[in-house]
């Protein structure tokens, strides 16, 4: 059997058995693929560990940046109260769309709200509206972009939150100083940018699993 076979067996059986999906994150899912999304969104094993880290931080406001159909978003909104917020950032006024049906259909329209545009012009919005800190920051958007994302997310949190940054292995490429991509160049200076703030502290684990051989980042805000 290949890494991979294992890797899916083994992530079947951990999500079935610890981090069951239901009706409406199966159907996000399938309006998403209907829809032509990209399959790119966190596995159940992967949003299940959000919320959890969520519920961990007794988040009351949360802040997405890259919503896509809005999968990772359900679970994340699922760990707050009736009368927290959870604010989601999307380009694509498409994947917004579709989005905000499935956040509905969840039941969870009250609480999850989908920003189009740019996050680099939606980040300046939000934050004049001075809005409460946010207790856990999950950045999931263009990986170039990665560095602005992690300073956005110092602006609007306070110390004691959380930020997530999705997808730092790039394949291995992560590690190689050399590399010029784009993605690998934002994910290594926001990886340098936590390691080297005053008011950050962090670190980086790899992960296989259903969607390969990946990793995020933790990071902590301190006061
Ligand atoms: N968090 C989602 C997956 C997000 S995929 C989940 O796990 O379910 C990345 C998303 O970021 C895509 O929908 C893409 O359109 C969006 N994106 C890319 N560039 C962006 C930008 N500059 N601002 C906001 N969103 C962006
Ligand atoms: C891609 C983006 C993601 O956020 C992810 O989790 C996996 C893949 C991508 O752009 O290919
Ligand atoms: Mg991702």
Do not use: C
């Not at 296989?208 to 006061?223: E, P």
């Amino acid at each position: 059997m290949s890494g991979q076979q294992h890797w899916d067996d083994v992530d079947d059986y951990f999500i079935s058995t610890l981090s069951p999906d239901d009706e409406a994150l199966r159907a996000a899912l399938r309006d998403s693929d209907a829809a032509g999304l990209p399959a790119i969104a966190v596995t159940a094993a992967q949003g299940k560990f959000l919320q959890l880290l969520a519920q961990l931080q007794g988040a009351r406001n949360i802040l997405e940046i890259g919503t896509l159909g809005g999968y990772s978003t359900i679970w994340l909104a699922r760990a707050l109260p009736e009368d927290g917020r959870l604010i989601s950032l999307e380009y694509s006024a498409k994947h917004a769309e579709v989005a905000v049906r499935n956040i509905a259909r969840a039941g969870l329209d009250r609480i999850a709200e989908v920003r189009v545009g740019p996050a680099l012009e939606s980040l300046p919005k939000l934050a004049d509206e001075n809005p409460a800190p946010f207790d856990l920051v999950f950045i999931d958007a263009d990986k170039v972009n990665n560095p602005h994302y992690v300073e956005w997310a110092l602006r609007l949190t306070r110390a004691g939150s959380v930020i997530v940054l999705d997808n730092v292995v790039r394949g291995g490429r992560v590690a190689d100083a050399g590399n010029t991509e784009p993605d690998v160049v934002g994910t290594r200076a926001a990886l340098e940018l936590i390691a080297n703030h005053p008011r950050l502290t962090g670190t980086a684990l790899q992960t296989v699993g259903s969607k390969g051989y990946d990793g995020f980042a933790l990071a902590r805000v301190l006061g």
